[in-house]
């Protein structure tokens, strides 16, 4: 019960923060598009890390086409990835989750791609549900802050996972043979 009622208090602290911000800055501008897609992701990360869902659903499987990760590399994924570095993203998850050279470790770093994935795809269309109805309330113009960041701090952060898990797969399948 007590998983529950956390769950709640920060699903409605974001709620009740990006509506505030709604309210002040408006639905169009960047500010509002920055919080939302940030609150949005305490709660997704605060659901993942408190209920730890399975998420073994082939989805989450890589297709023949991702193996290579060459999609991945022709759309800017690698690009992306030295962007997070030079931000300092990558030290912060380093330091928070620093990468060992065993089975379990890996085990869970792969299990890390799919939650980073889960969450960025729920963030994902709930984002694009307020964009379209930003942008058909008040015009795409209006909604531009809410696609651009959308693809940003969504689309290649689930390209990274994909791309990053077959690696991993790999991996782990090199150590059980």
């Known amino acids: 019960m007590n998983k529950y009622v956390s769950l709640a208090g920060v699903l409605m602290i974001a709620v009740a923060i990006s509506l505030g911000v709604a309210y002040w800055q408006g639905l169009h501008t960047f500010v509002f598009a ?41 759309v800017g994924v690698n690009g992306f990835r030295k962007i997070l570095v030079w931000v300092g993203w990558e030290k912060l998850n ?61 689309v290649y952060p689930i390209a990274v996972q994909r791309y990053n898990r077959p690696r991993l797969q790999r991996a782990i399948n090199k150590i059980y043979s």
Do not use: C, D
């Open 34 to 74: 920055w919080v939302l897609n940030f609150m949005l992701m305490m709660g997704v990360l605060h659901f993942t890390q408190t209920f730890k869902p399975s998420l073994s659903s082939t989805y989450y499987n890589s297709k023949r086409w991702e193996a290579e990760g060459k999609i991945y590399q022709w």
């Open 94 to 154: 380093k330091a928070s989750k620093p990468v060992q050279k065993n089975l379990n470790a890996l085990k869970q770093l792969e299990y890390g791609t799919r939650q980073s994935e889960f969450g960025h795809l729920i963030i994902f269309f709930i984002v694009l549900a307020v964009a379209i109805f930003v942008g058909m309330h008040h015009g795409f113009r209006q909604s531009l802050w809410l696609h651009l960041l959308n693809i940003v701090l969504n």
